[in-house]
């Protein structure tokens, strides 16, 4: 009997970073906005409370400067990217998603970019970089700004650049399941001073979650630590504790991140690079594995992309070989995911937020795609124990 279950996705904490978070608390937020300036080599960094809450304050920034209103994301993402737009006071136009990339068509991008487009929120999924030539080519010919959406690539390289320093702003997760995490949080960086001071200005009126939420928050932090080795998670994840997809709110907080979760960061930070190391040395070996098996696709790395491999992800041409896929890796002790249930356009209750419009990319990813762990708990058994499922099921 399988008594042990790898998560989907994982990051390795330790003792220290929840000790140098309380001792440190003092200046977690300056010591960490310049490690992670530095770490990316951007010139403005901000940490505030949440991915989205980021997202939102870059495009209200933006926003301040532009009496344009539209603002293009992919089809195929998580549903608080439409909802950070909204919240910013702006409309939103879909692109539909690349089956070659899995990231935005940019045939497809060229041609809905116009003159009231005022930024292209660029996502880098699964830790996969798009092709920043031609999105910064297209926003260029449009006087459109470009948004980096780097919440599953932090620390991807493009053309020898950090993600999230090619565009005017750069937006990441600390999140749950991101790269590196302190539970929740999320970080804006740019190199545009103009930007830069309309983002403090508005940080400036900004509070902190109160006492509770703090402590709560630590606690889950701690439990999460603890929670996410596989023999706790074999018995966790038997548990009915509800993981089913949530329905997102555009009335999400945005706050500053507390100098605690701050100084947590920093510490964790200085593991990045080492941790997804591991991600890419996996997420190659699958890569190497996957060449020329029928029936599936993997992504194609777009020249010059360095991927940091947060998941591996794999569209099945086959819905319910996906279907079956997923049951049996997980009866044999894997967790993988199937992302967001459903293409922005498909949500009933973004209709208000999202136009109705043909994606028909995104919506066969949605019923197709499967996701992989390759945090560093994954043995090369484990990787074996994958290949072995795509072989025989």
Known sequence: MQLKKQLPVFTPLRLMDFWRSLSSRARGGSDFSKAFGEMMEGEYCYPVSSGRAALCTALQALKAFSDRN?????????????????????????????????????????QLVDRNTLAIVVAHFYGFPCDMRQVISIAGQNGTSIVEDAAQSTGARYNGKRLGTLGDIGCFSLNRG?????????????????YAREIESRLETLGSPNSIRQIGTFLKLLGMHFCSWPRLWWFISKLPLGFEPQQHSINFEIEKLPNWQAAFGRSVLERLDEINAVRAQNGEYLMQ???????????????????????FPVLIEDAERRNSLYDELHKRGISVSKMYAQSLNEYEYLRDIVPETSCPNAEYVAERILMLPTHPLMSKRDLDIVMDVFRTT
């Open 70 to 110: 539209e603002v293009i994301i992919p089809a195929y993402t998580c549903p608080t990217v439409p909802l950070s737009v909204a919240r910013a006071g702006l409309k939103v136009k879909l692109c539909d998603i690349d089956l070659q990339t899995f990231n935005m068509d940019l045939n497809s991008l060229g």
């Open 289 to 311: 594995e996957f060449k020329g098996m029928n029936g599936l696709r993997v992504p194609q790395i777009a020249e010059g992309a360095e991927p940091v491999y947060l998941r």
């Open 178 to 194: 991101k790269c590196f995490t302190t539970y929740n949080g999320g970080i804006l960086i740019t190199d545009n001073q103009r």
